[in-house]
């Protein structure tokens, strides 16, 4: 299938979910220009068709409302933007991300600008899901932690850790695409503000 | 708003926390009339029910008046309306197959986590049941937030008491699911485990469905009657081998179809019911599970097994090797309760099932501890405690025996 997968193994499995330690080696291979060396991949299933959600991701000004880290996406060209998203202890960080890849309804693929504060790069991938089930969107990140393996813990600490969040974002895309809503919990507004801080 | 909150174990208070708003556009706020406690319901209380917090409104089993409603709620103000437990979107692959406890968006993202890695894929929210379910305030409350209300509640017609479709909320539903889930034939003989309200309902559900005969197996004189009050016949497990007594009553050959409405907290005096007990009291499991194990065995051949009871965990000793070497089938799951309420109210409304009868007290709200403490302490005498917000204190009634 694509070429995320892993010619080595004697399998079809994602390569996200090798027990090989270097399996993000092919991964990386298979981005167009990657940065890092910390690999996620998450695959979640919507009920919608694929145009659809390629149409509502493609415009990145959109992701801030599924994806809780994001403080902005500011669209600079075609090809460029500019990303701001939390950070553990309040702080922020920040980078250009560029297009490296991009076919209509199926791939968007980018990497971030050489003084990124955290390298990035991936791909979101979008398959019709066999038996007329909707979409499948695979998001494969490959990313620098900040400060190693301590600033990961960290992250993870604060639930800011980047395979955390992808899947949580992923699943808040597929109810907001679905049910037309994010679902929380939240018995008032105040407290909802207060999740999202 | 005045509220039924969690503490801890056999800790539960009634408290004034903030009124619940609008916070998304399918939302409705319902002004509570009647709100139950359910079996399930003590499952918290007796603490086996892990990622409860500390202020967690209860309640799954309510209903109530329609006093606000979000931009795309189709309700309208002054509405009486029923809310399932479940929490579902109905626009997911699961809700499309009315399965609605099974529901991928309900459950808001983050809670998601925990069911992931307990049971492999995250199920729907409930209202007022732990954070793993959501962690949504429930309804022992003067009002409450109900999302999705465009697909949950259904909407009664007037002249119909609380009283007779509260049960739509849960009970009655997981009733008649757990007998459609025996899949009972004409001329069947089903053996009911536990006769609480769930499993009450089973009991006329299945005759419903053609059942020629129930037996009913429970301890609590009070609620056998009531069993033998909807036809079934009974087995006091205290006085009589169940197993041997459903053998000898079905000539050697053992029920068709067999439900387990009592779950988790199994009663039994039984050496493996003992151990599951240290276990549970040791941390080392999380499920009794007496009378599924017993199912089981005294189950036919080839016959069937309907699990409405809740589990939470892992349990041991399952009889694996019965179960296949006798060819059963099991079906299970909470339940796609808005898959059944337009159905069973037309049931009520045409007087095929009888709700009313179960309902042995009924207590202003504030009293809510109480009747946590009575349901808890007196099963038998106690079968259904309803908290109605607006019942003055001091002009409570107690009806005893229905």
Redesign the interface.
Known sequence: MSETHNREATDDAPLSTSKNSDAVDEATAALVEPKGDTLIGRTV?I?RPRAELYAYWRDFTNLASFMDNIVSVEILDDRRSHWVVKAPGGKTVEWDAVITDEREGETIAWASDDDADVPNSGRIDFRDEPGG??TQVTATIVYDPPAGIVGKLIAKMF?REPA?QA???L??F??LM???????????????EEEKA | MRALTWHGKHDVRVETVDDPEIVNPRDAIIKITSTAICGSDLHLYDGYIPTMQRGDILGHEFMGEVVETGPKSTLKKGQRVVVPFTISCGSCFHCSKHQYSACDNGNPADNQDIAMELYGQPMSALFGYSHMTGGYAGGQAEYVRVPFSDIGPIVIPEGLDDDKVLFLSDILPTGWQAAENAAIEPGDTVAVWGCGPVGLFSIQSAFLMGAERVIAIDHFPHRLELARKFGAETINFEQTKTYEALMEMTGGIGPDAVIDAVGLEAHGFFVDNVIDQIKASTFLGTDRIHAIRQAIVACRKGGRVSMPAVYGGVVDKFPLGAFMEKGLTLKTGQTHVQHYMPGLLNAIIEDKVDTTFLISHRLPLEQAPDGYKMFHDNQNEVTKVVLKPDLAVAAQEEIQDG
């Open positions: 299933t009920n089930r909707g639930q955390i899947r949580r974002d699943r808040r597929k109810q679905e049910a037309g809503e994010i679902a929380t919990a939240a018995r008032t507004r105040n407290q909802l």
